[in-house]
């Protein structure tokens, strides 16, 4: 078997039925294939039936084609499974930023309740807004605050969540911040003062998407292993 997939890495490789009937051939098949030879499929083909010609493969060779499927379904598995945990992997893995996390969840989970129970906070705010279709408005958001702000509590696709809070918090700032500056009695040094909550909120947010959920998160946890060469 060592052999057969050392003498993979240069050229393709004769596979005879000694081979396919060997217990580890699978395993060693797709070691030798996926990483010494391109996995396109004319390669892998004519790696299979170097010595048996794809018009004679039976029965008997039926085990050289469930490699080559499984194969493929397990690259394609592979690729979308390495996708998905960058994008849930942690890039700084301390347990710390579970307190970034943990400001940030509550803020916007209370928010998100106080805008069903408190109409000075849901309906009256966004009709004096200017939204049409105050109500509706004022639970959507609501709505998306709870939920999001409790998957980044848990740290369960804490960059995804955190995608729809920071659109709500630029919102919030551009629609009930920014037109203080325009307003008399008010200016500048007043919006900054008003606006320190959701700047930090903001930051955060930016924080949590650069650098993930931290090590205590579920993220961490579905992610896997961090790949050798960014170990600590």
């Given at each position: 078997?060592?052999?057969?997939?050392?003498?993979a890495r240069t050229q393709p490789v004769?596979?005879?039925?000694?081979?396919?009937?060997?217990?580890?051939?699978?395993?060693?098949?797709?070691?030798?294939?996926?990483?010494?030879?391109?996995?396109?499929?004319?390669?892998?083909?004519?790696?299979?039936?170097?010595?048996?010609?794809?018009?004679?493969?039976?029965?008997?060779?039926?085990?050289?084609?469930?490699?080559?499927?499984?194969?493929?379904?397990?690259?394609?598995?592979?690729?979308?499974?390495?996708?998905?945990?960058?994008?849930?992997?942690?890039?700084?893995?301390?347990?710390?930023?579970?307190?970034?996390?943990?400001?940030?969840?509550?803020?916007?989970?209370?928010?998100?309740?106080?805008?069903?129970?408190?109409?000075?906070?849901?309906?009256?705010?966004?009709?004096?807004?200017?939204?049409?279709?105050?109500?509706?408005?004022?639970?959507?958001?609501?709505?998306?605050?709870?939920?999001?702000?409790?998957?980044?509590?848990?740290?369960?696709t804490t960059r995804?969540?955190?995608?729809?809070?920071?659109?709500?918090?630029?919102?919030?700032?551009?629609?009930?911040?920014?037109?203080?500056?325009?307003?008399?009695?008010?200016?500048?040094?007043?919006?900054?003062?008003?606006?320190?909550?959701?700047?930090?909120?903001?930051?955060?947010?930016?924080?949590?998407?650069?650098?993930?959920?931290?090590?205590?998160?579920?993220?961490?946890?579905?992610?896997?292993?961090?790949?050798?060469?960014?170990?600590?």
């Open positions: 078997m060592h052999d057969w997939v050392e003498g004769p596979v005879s039925a000694k081979f396919l009937n060997h217990p580890e051939a699978e395993d060693c098949f797709l070691a030798g294939v996926v990483k010494y030879v391109q996995p396109d499929q004319p390669r892998v083909q004519a790696l299979v039936a170097r010595q048996h010609p794809l018009r004679h493969i039976g029965n008997r060779y039926r085990l050289s084609i469930i490699i080559l499927l499984r194969m493929a379904g397990r690259m394609e598995h592979d690729s979308v499974r390495s996708l998905w945990s960058k994008v849930i992997r942690p890039a700084w893995c301390s347990p710390a930023v579970i307190l970034i996390r943990l400001a940030v969840s509550l803020i916007f989970i209370t928010q998100g309740a106080l805008k069903y129970i408190d109409p000075k906070m849901g309906v009256d705010r966004f009709t004096k807004i200017g939204f049409s279709h105050p109500a509706f408005i004022a639970h959507f958001v609501g709505t998306f605050e709870i939920v999001c702000g409790f998957l980044v509590l848990i740290g369960l995804i969540a955190a995608i729809p809070l920071l659109i709500i918090i630029c919102t919030a700032i551009a629609t009930t911040k920014i037109p203080e500056l325009l307003k008399p009695n008010q200016g500048f040094w007043f919006m900054v003062s008003d606006a320190r909550t959701d700047f930090a909120m903001l930051m955060s947010l930016v924080f949590l998407i650069v650098s993930g959920a931290g090590s205590w998160s579920f993220d961490s946890d579905l992610a896997g292993p961090r790949p050798p060469e960014v170990k600590k």
